[in-house]
């Protein structure tokens, strides 16, 4: 599985951004996908994840503020963020975990993850 991420960039705090994650190979359905992003100097940490697409799970501190959608059809993943927040920048990295899968309490979690994207970049100047 290949995942290849983009939509990063450089905007003022209260912009929007919308992150696309395109996968090719296996069988996108069946994956659980997820965000997590990655500032220098700290660990990568979840931002949002779904498996079916109907339950979406996101960190308390996007809540309200990041969308993310899954299109099978298309083998995407998208993160629509609104009001942006100078702390949410960093490298924003797509990831999916393929079957068989990794308990959902464990959604996360970096190691629940098999395949990761290359990263895009999200600056969010004050």
């Known amino acids: 599985v290949q995942l290849q991420a983009s939509g990063g960039g450089l905007v003022q705090a209260g912009d929007s951004l919308r992150l696309s994650c395109a996968a090719s190979?296996?069988?996108?359905?069946?994956?659980?996908i997820a965000w997590f992003r990655q500032t220098p100097g700290k660990e990568r940490e979840f931002v949002s994840s779904?498996?079916?697409?109907?339950?979406?799970y996101y960190a308390d501190s996007v809540k309200g503020r990041f969308t993310l959608s899954r299109d099978n059809a298309k083998n995407s993943v998208y993160l629509q963020m609104n009001r942006l927040k100078p702390e949410d920048t960093g490298v924003y990295y797509c990831?999916?975990?393929?079957?068989?899968?990794?308990?959902?309490?464990?959604?996360?979690?970096?190691?629940?993850?098999?395949?990761w994207g290359q990263g895009t970049q999200v600056t969010v100047s004050s």
């Open positions: 990831a999916v975990d393929t079957p068989p899968l990794t308990i959902l309490s464990a959604h996360h979690y970096t190691k629940a993850y098999d395949y």
């Open positions: 190979g296996g069988t996108f359905r069946r994956y659980t």
């Open positions: 779904t498996r079916s697409g109907d339950t979406v």
